[in-house]
């Protein structure tokens, strides 16, 4: 019989989460408390905004220091990794969880928990795709705080090409400066302009651009 797991649409011979799923939500699973532990860092909340803006790309924007507080809370991923063994719990006929401590110690609890169970969870539970699914929501959106993705260095833009090529024609492609580069690279006609031809690059433009 061919059945599709319910996180990815794969089609496979049986169960609820294809083998791929069950390991990146076994891995979302292990990283839980690391993620905890990685919060605790932004919790501060931003400071100055001049300091802030030299030190982060400007487009990248600051967490809210509430949504650190909310994903650290009793509301937040020990929430989340609680309510899901209470439903498992229930599901498999087991004594209801009642846990006690530090939120750090009951996430690590929980988390450990539904590692356990990960293997009913994918062959045997018809709810998995969404157990995984809210998973990796609530890892993604600590990933996206402790870890937002690089912008693209898109360079600083120096103007077109100057270069000629043996037909008289001038390359005129845009150049761009990118950061910690120490020569300006044609992209189009591979042309280097080391820093000490800049000025004369600029020269060179602005006579191209006097001429069309
Ligand atoms: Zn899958
Ligand atoms: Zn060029």
Do not use: N
């Amino acid at each position: 019989m061919i059945t599709f797991c319910l996180l990815c649409d794969q089609a496979m011979e049986d169960g609820y989460l294809c083998l791929g799923c069950t390991k990146a939500t076994r891995v979302r699973l292990e990283c839980l408390p690391d993620l905890y532990d990685g919060l605790a860092a932004f919790l501060a909340p931003a400071g100055g905004s001049a300091q802030m803006r030299g030190s982060r790309p400007v487009h990248a924007p600051m967490p809210v220091s509430e949504d650190v507080l909310d994903l650290r809370g009793p509301g937040g991923l020990v929430g989340a990794a609680e309510r899901w063994v209470g439903i498992i719990r229930e599901q498999r006929g087991m004594p209801e969880p009642e846990p006690t401590g530090s939120v750090e110690g009951r996430l690590k609890g929980a988390a450990a928990e539904l590692l356990g169970h990960l293997p009913w969870i994918a062959v045997s539970w018809p709810d998995a795709g969404m157990f995984a699914a809210d998973i990796q929501e609530v890892t993604a959106s600590v990933v996206s705080i402790v870890a937002p993705p690089a912008p693209v260095d898109r360079g600083i833009r120096m103007g077109h090409c100057p270069a000629q090529f043996e037909d008289g024609v001038i390359c005129g492609a845009v150049l761009r400066l990118y950061a910690g580069a120490k020569v300006v690279t044609c992209e189009w006609c591979s042309t280097s302009y080391p820093p000490a031809m800049w000025s004369g690059l600029k020269v060179l433009m602005d006579k191209d651009a006097a001429v069309a």
